[in-house]
């Protein structure tokens, strides 16, 4: 049976001797000691012991817990749980890189305290209930509980006395408001808190060319927290205007 040194399996399995040093003394690894050069000498026993050892490393097994597993006889179960966690932390990856890709996008698309022009599809929007709000605003700690209401998706419907309507995504079968399908005028603006948007709502609705609008009996405006773009500067929140 061929034997291998501390150093070999080192150079097998491209770790530090420090590293094979320290499964010995957790009694991960019990190769023989030669007495006479106090080496250890590890058999082909030991070679794939370790190679089990580092797998479970890898997976993200402490090191009590690979002590508690290589009692174990079959370890096919283990493998088969431990793919499903990292199925799991994939999954979740992928939706934080998913959510970093919005963030990006959000800063591309538009430019802040600028009017620009996009093309919207029909949308419905349902007032948030009473009892989710206190005081005009959004009770977020009784909202979130039912998981209707999330900090995205908050709408404020804003009529021409300048009240605020608080509203949630709808449905084509059931909705409060409609916003038909065209072209909308948009502003993405940074505030700090309610006076400061409130004074780019005004700002907006004096625009020449808003304004036009207003007359014509067009009179609500339509604002959101962009969150995506919001999560890319540290003061303030970036809310979008539209009409």
């Known amino acids: 049976m061929q034997t291998y040194s501390a150093s070999e399996l080192a150079r097998i399995f491209k770790i530090t001797k420090f590293a094979i040093r320290h499964y010995v003394d957790k009694q991960l690894l019990m190769p023989l000691k030669d007495e006479a050069s106090g080496y250890y000498i590890f058999s082909e026993t030991d070679l794939y012991k370790l190679y089990q050892v580092i797998s479970f490393r890898k997976i993200g097994y402490s090191i009590k817990s690979i002590k508690e597993l290589l ?27 998913h959510s970093i890709q919005d963030i990006i996008q959000a800063q591309t698309n538009t430019q ?10 029909d949308r ?14 959004v009770n977020l ?6 998981e209707l209401v999330q900090l995205e998706n908050i ?11 608080l509203c949630i995504a709808g449905q084509s079968d059931k ?5 038909s399908s065209g072209t909308y005028a948009c502003k993405d603006v940074l505030v700090k808190d309610e006076k400061s948007l409130n004074r780019q709502i005004e700002m907006f609705s004096n625009d020449n060319f808003i304004q036009s609008k207003l007359i014509s009996g067009n009179s609500e405006l339509f604002c959101y927290e962009n969150i995506f773009k919001s999560l890319a500067y540290n003061e303030g929140q970036t ?5």
Not at 141 to 146: H, R, V
């Open 239 to 243: 809310d979008d205007i539209f009409k």
């Open 71 to 97: 009692i174990q006889n079959n370890h096919a179960n283990t493998f088969k749980i431990a793919e499903q966690k990292i199925q799991d932390q994939i999954d979740e990856l992928i939706q934080i890189k």
């Open 124 to 137: 419905f929007l349902t007032k948030i209930p009473e009892n989710l709000l206190d005081k005009g605003y």
């Open 141 to 146: 700690l009784e909202a979130t509980k039912t």
């Open 175 to 179: 909705y409060d408001y409609k916003l």
């Open 155 to 165: 709408y404020y419907i804003i009529n021409k006395n300048s009240s605020y309507v």
């Open 112 to 121: 802040l305290n600028e009017i620009y022009f996009c093309e919207k599809e």
